[in-house]
């Protein structure tokens, strides 16, 4: 298969719309285009025209008109593929959008492999593989966090940052690679202590770059937020208010929920993977205890925990049942107390127990008082969500990990610079210090694709859209 071979394909969704557009791109796809399309205004052909422009043009198949298409001619290397390429904008019809496709066939292209557009757009330099790998997570992106990451790696800030790391070492490992040719000499070029505080930075900075992948990936996949508490404390009343739907059965009958109720909501641009899970409480249902057994295993999961308390109840009778909450308490890990059913109580019995609470909790613990069933509270409670979630986040400034594949690939190669350090305190032979090097340039190659196979390509494009 040629990589520069014309392909062709739909880039738009799927069915139909007021307007379809087709792509074709590589070597010869003027030629093809010439072959079924008539420009109206201008006699000349589309491969004598110049780039980076527009013209309407009527589409033909074996003489039978198709459609008038708007015909967008992109000249290498300045396009998207950095091929020749012509972007088609037709009606939306399913049939024309067909037929369109079929003429650029039947004239020479064969139709493009899911990210084929892209991935030829990384293999001609037009980007490196990370970037090409934001241009999936960009499209999929369903809110402003993960947008905003996404953006933020296709225009090369996370690939900047590794190239950088990249450069740095290739230089030391040249200079050590020299001293071995001149090892009877016993010359040092590689100044040792630029080197160590070289490799100070760079472990410091793939370390916090693996510490960011828990909360890039939340911002791509939604923070999760556990809703934990007793048997008929609200939570799944919690749950259908901050969703705006009756997603959870709400009972006066304690044990209901037998296991997690899981789903996405956003709130201010930020995803919020909310779970629902079952009551706590002393029992001997065998399946009931198992939806206990999911709810701490997805209170371990969770970045935001909804500690569901009734206020009607008293503090004693709580604590027995949540006790596993505090004794796995996790620095990371953001509690918000919230106090139920505040329409049920006086204000001075909600200052008392609020007052108890944060006596076994700690004064630093968050608390906010609403009643679920009546809506109150629960905006206050949002923006609580939204603070905490925001206190998890890095600066605009700082690069963020959002992708398995890079933080696979950023582990091992945490692990060969730890053992560059180590090895330069112990003021181990230079050519086993460049191995080691060796294996961070390799591991860090990896995630921009300076270092690649077929095989690490077909798996990452294989999962893109075709017309892409």
Request: aromatic share 6%; charged share 25%.
């Amino acid at each position: 298969m040629s990589i520069d071979e014309p392909i062709c394909a739909i880039s738009t969704p799927a069915g139909t719309g007021a307007i379809a557009l087709i792509r074709i791109s590589g070597k010869g796809a003027f030629e093809i285009c010439d072959a079924s399309i008539t420009l109206a205004r201008t006699k000349s052909k589309i491969a004598g025209l110049p780039g980076n422009s527009i013209h309407l043009g009527k589409i033909q198949n074996e003489g039978e008109p198709i459609d008038d298409a708007l015909i967008s001619i992109f000249r290498s290397p300045h396009s998207y593929t950095g091929e020749d390429l012509v972007e088609i904008s037709c009606h939306g019809s399913v049939y024309v959008q067909q037929q369109v496709l079929e003429t650029l066939i039947n004239a020479g292209a064969r139709l493009a492999e899911p990210g084929e557009f892209t991935r030829r757009a990384f293999l001609n330099g037009k980007m490196d593989l990370s970037q090409a790998e934001a241009v999936a997570d960009l499209i999929a992106s369903q809110s402003a966090g993960a947008h905003r990451l996404a953006l933020n790696q296709m225009r090369g800030g996370f690939s900047a940052e590794i190239s950088s790391l990249r450069e740095e070492l290739l230089q030391f490992v040249s200079l050590i690679e020299l001293e071995l040719d001149f090892s009877e000499e016993d010359v040092e070029f590689a100044n040792r202590s630029q080197l160590s505080s070289l490799i100070k930075k760079i472990e410091t900075i793939i370390e916090r770059l693996i510490r960011s992948f828990e909360y890039g990936n939340a911002m791509k996949q939604g923070i999760p937020v556990a809703i934990i508490g007793q048997t008929n404390s609200g939570k799944s009343t919690l749950l259908n208010y901050l969703l705006h739907e009756e997603k959870a059965i709400v009972s006066e009958i304690a044990g209901t929920t037998r296991d997690y109720i899981e789903d996405i909501f956003i709130i201010e641009g930020i995803q919020f993977r909310f779970i629902d899970t079952a009551g706590l409480r002393q029992t001997n249902d065998k399946i009931e205890t198992e939806g206990i057994q999911r709810t701490i295993k997805k209170y371990r999961q969770a970045s935001i925990v909804l500690v569901v308390i009734d206020l009607t109840e008293e503090p004693q009778d709580v604590e027995n049942d949540l006790a596993f909450i505090r004794k796995e308490s996790d620095p990371d890990k953001t509690l918000i107390l919230v106090l139920n059913k505040k329409d049920l109580v006086s204000q001075k019995i909600i200052r008392s127990k609020v007052a108890a609470f944060k006596k076994i909790w700690g004064n630093k613990i968050l608390t906010i008082n609403i009643s679920a069933k009546h809506g109150q509270g629960i905006e206050e409670l949002e923006k609580l969500l939204i603070s905490s979630a925001l206190t998890q986040t890095l600066s605009d400034q700082q690069i963020v990990v959002t992708n398995v594949r890079h933080l696979e690939a950023l582990k091992p190669s945490f692990e060969a610079i730890k053992r560059v350090h180590s090895g330069l305190q112990s003021d181990i032979p230079a050519d086993l210090l460049s191995q080691d090097i060796r294996e961070v340039l390799h591991y860090l190659g990896e995630i921009t694709g300076e270092i690649s196979t077929d095989e690490i390509l077909g798996n990452i494009f294989k999962n893109f859209c075709i017309g892409k």
